[in-house]
């Protein structure tokens, strides 16, 4: 039996010679105190990373692919073009000024006077008739950078079958300083005034009224006068500065009508190239010039003049060719025989391409460098 050994009680501290176990307390080992646990540091968010785009499929390439051999082999040279050249003239030498538009007008002065072009060019085929029309810009305003003067007009009026075909050309006054603007401003002007009445005119015209047709064309032209003169002070001009002559076609579309209507204000041109010689259409006019019957010398000048004359061309045939001009071609044709011949020969044959008639329009006669303008028709076979 083991003896019973009486140590201290817990409340009672350690006698360090008692100890039971290692005989001393030098020889009882040092029990160390465990350790207070170290709180962890809360985790961090690590970013995870998106995912790497998935690149985009390039197409394929096709190789590049020579181009199939011709057939034939590349000219060597560029091969010419017709082209029409410089205008005809007459006489051994052409005229010192040069045949194509020189400076411009300048729109400091006058931005309407800039804006006017050097060329027109028209023309229209209307069942049996056909027309061409040009107007160019003269050589001495070309040469002094001034404004083309002359206007043309070619319009359709009416319906059906009281259509008329309304050719115009209107000169402006050498000496008025808005000319320009007072012959394209009575072209579209007249055009307005006649559209209303195509009916009745055409209707006159079947019966060869002249008298009552003179009076529906003079009412018409007195308005387009008198909102010309408007025009001009509502402008801050006098209405003079806008003077323009005026000559103007009325052609019925209806092939079984053949009677035409002419009315004019002022000087320039109606003539005929008939059988392959010129004639004046109205024969009892006054006449002047190298060829008798050329030139109508009258200078009566809208918007002055409120009143137009009258006439009645009855004698329409086909094969006709009638030309409506300025005195920038009515002079030179007069004068010049070669100029005659040429046109003569240029339009007997029939109507001629746009691109020939204005060329053949410029036929050049020194001395004579005013505007040209001409509206030609071409009369066609009767019904």
Request: some cysteine; charged content about 25%; aromatic content about 4%.
């Amino acid at each position: 039996m083991r003896p019973e050994i009486n140590g201290p009680s817990r409340d009672e501290p350690y006698d360090q010679e008692l100890d039971p176990v290692y005989g001393s307390a030098a020889h009882a080992p040092q029990i160390e105190p465990e350790p207070m646990p170290v709180p962890m540091p809360a985790p961090v968010a690590v970013p995870v990373p998106a995912p790497a785009p998935v690149p985009t499929p390039v197409p394929a390439v096709e190789p590049r692919r020579d181009p199939p051999e011709c057939a034939e082999p590349a000219p060597e040279s560029v091969r010419d073009v017709p082209v029409l050249g410089p205008p005809q003239f007459s006489g051994a030498k052409p005229p010192l000024y040069a045949p194509d538009p020189a400076a411009a007008v300048a729109a400091g002065g006058d931005t309407e006077a800039a804006l006017v072009p050097d060329t027109v060019l028209d023309g229209a085929t209307v069942g049996r008739l056909t027309v061409r029309a040009g107007s160019v810009r003269g050589d001495a305003h070309r040469y002094h950078a001034e404004p083309r003067q002359d206007s043309l007009a070619v319009a359709r009026l009416g319906a059906a079958d009281h259509e008329l075909l309304l050719l115009a050309v209107a000169d402006g006054v050498g000496s008025a300083r808005r000319s320009h603007a007072g012959s394209r401003t009575v072209c579209h002007e007249i055009v307005r005034q006649l559209e209303p009445l195509a009916g009745h005119l055409a209707d006159l015209l079947r019966r060869e009224d002249d008298k009552e047709l003179t009076g529906l064309v003079n009412s018409a032209v007195g308005s387009a006068a008198e909102s010309l003169a408007q025009s001009a002070v509502g402008l801050g001009h006098r209405p003079d500065d806008y003077a323009t002559t005026l000559r103007v076609l009325l052609v019925p579309v209806d092939p079984a009508v053949r009677t035409r209507a002419f009315f004019a204000v002022g000087d320039g041109g109606t003539l005929r190239l008939r059988d392959g010689g010129w004639a004046p259409v109205f024969p009892e006019e006054e006449q002047s010039g190298a060829e008798a019957g050329v030139i109508d010398t009258r200078t009566a000048a809208l918007p002055s003049t409120r009143y137009a004359q009258v006439r009645l061309i009855r004698d329409a045939l086909p094969g006709d060719v009638v030309v409506l001009c300025t005195d920038g071609v009515s002079n030179p044709l007069a004068g010049d025989g070669g100029m005659r011949e040429f046109l003569r020969d240029a339009w007997a044959g029939g109507p001629p391409g746009l691109a020939d008639f204005l060329w053949q329009l410029q036929y050049r006669v020194k001395s004579y460098d005013d505007d040209r303008t001409a509206v030609c028709l071409w009369e066609g076979e009767h019904a």
